[in-house]
């Protein structure tokens, strides 16, 4: 009688499950590495908008140090008139800031435009859909700019310039 070797097919499945296993933990660990990516790109964003709105106050304030007659209402950034709050952060494109200004949808969306270098798609709204993956919508006094699923977001608040960047709820980053 002859005798096969069965042990061939034993070893070449015991071969697969670890493949298998180790293949598993890989791709465990790349999923938790994409989603830091991606709030790191957020956060990366964030230090952007916030540079784009420093720099924005510095042509302000040097123009009004230069304007013999006063303060001035609006600066032109990209072609677009952009109003100012009292401490010179930029707020509005819709005309000059009152004392009780309320943000909207529409200023958060054009501040996002202009503010930024090439800027992502970005829909307005806190129910909107986007074709990206990002938002916008105005709350009581600030601008929220957030991932779609809306689980990492950051505040602007115009009247002051303080930027909050959230990470997760368990996180908090001031930006100044």
């Known amino acids: 009688m002859i005798q096969t070797y069965h042990h061939g097919r ?12 180790i293949a598993l933990a890989a791709l465990g660990r790349y999923s938790l590495m994409a989603e830091d ?31 013999k007659k ?4 609006s600066l032109g950034l990209a072609g677009q008139a952009l109003y100012f709050s009292a401490q010179g952060w930029p707020v509005s494109v819709a005309g000059p800031v009152a ?10 969306y ?11 798609p970005i829909a307005k709204g806190a129910a909107a859909k986007s074709p990206g993956e ?3 919508f105005a709350q009581a006094n600030n601008c929220r700019y957030e991932f ?19 990470p997760d709820s368990n996180e908090t980053f001031n930006i100044n």
């Open 134 to 136: 990002y938002r916008v």
């Open 148 to 166: 779609t699923d809306g689980d990492t977001y950051f505040d602007y608040y115009p009247l002051d310039g303080r930027l909050i960047f959230i």
């Open 37 to 67: 990516a991606r709030i790191l790109r957020l956060e990366i964003i964030s230090h952007h908008f916030m540079t784009g709105a420093a720099n924005a106050r510095i042509q302000y304030l040097v123009a009004n140090i230069a304007d």
């Open 99 to 108: 004392d009780d200004y309320r943000v909207n949808d529409e200023d958060c």
């Open 110 to 120: 054009h501040l996002w435009q202009l503010l930024l270098q090439n800027p992502a």
């Open 70 to 73: 006063g303060a001035q209402e």
């Open 10 to 21: 034993f070893e070449f499945f015991v071969a697969v499950i670890v493949i298998a296993i």
